[in-house]
Nanobody
Framework: QVQLVEPGGGLIQIGGSPRLSCGAS????????IGWFRQASGKEREFVAS????????NYADSTEGRFTISRDNTKNTVYPQMNSLKPEDTEIYYC????????????WGQGPQVTVSS
């Protein structure tokens, strides 16, 4: 099992470009895919992006409109999703999650910081 810690979130101005973080521990991370989901109030959780821990096989949801990228610091076992040009409709809870490469379902979830975009 992987444990995920997500500090960050908070109030972001329209057009801002916050960088969240997801620290991982507890297992052989190279055996996992890291994903990002988001959930607006009253809506279902939706996929945003994913990649292998090594940074390969990167996928972004069409809804990110090219405004979302992922970087990593393997020395810190931390992945950083970068969101650019935020809009009020990006106000959601952003979850970091991990999936063992032999599985199809994400089973390990971070606490999900709230990101609120406002003027």
């Amino acid at each position: 099992q992987v444990q995920l810690v997500e500090p960050g979130g908070g109030l972001i101005q329209i057009g801002g470009s916050p960088r969240l973080s997801c620290g991982a521990s507890g297992s052989t991370l190279s055996q996992y895919s890291i994903g990002w989901f988001r959930q607006a109030s009253g809506k279902e959780r939706e996929f945003v992006a994913s990649s292998t821990w090594s940074g390969g096989n990167i996928n972004y949801a069409d809804s990110t409109e090219g405004r979302f990228t992922i970087s990593r610091d393997n020395t810190k076992n931390t992945v950083y999703p970068q969101m650019n040009s935020l809009k009020p409709e990006d106000t959601e809870i952003y979850y970091c999650t991990a999936r063992h490469l032999t599985l199809t379902e994400y089973k390990c979830w971070g606490q999900g910081p709230q990101v609120t975009v406002s003027s």
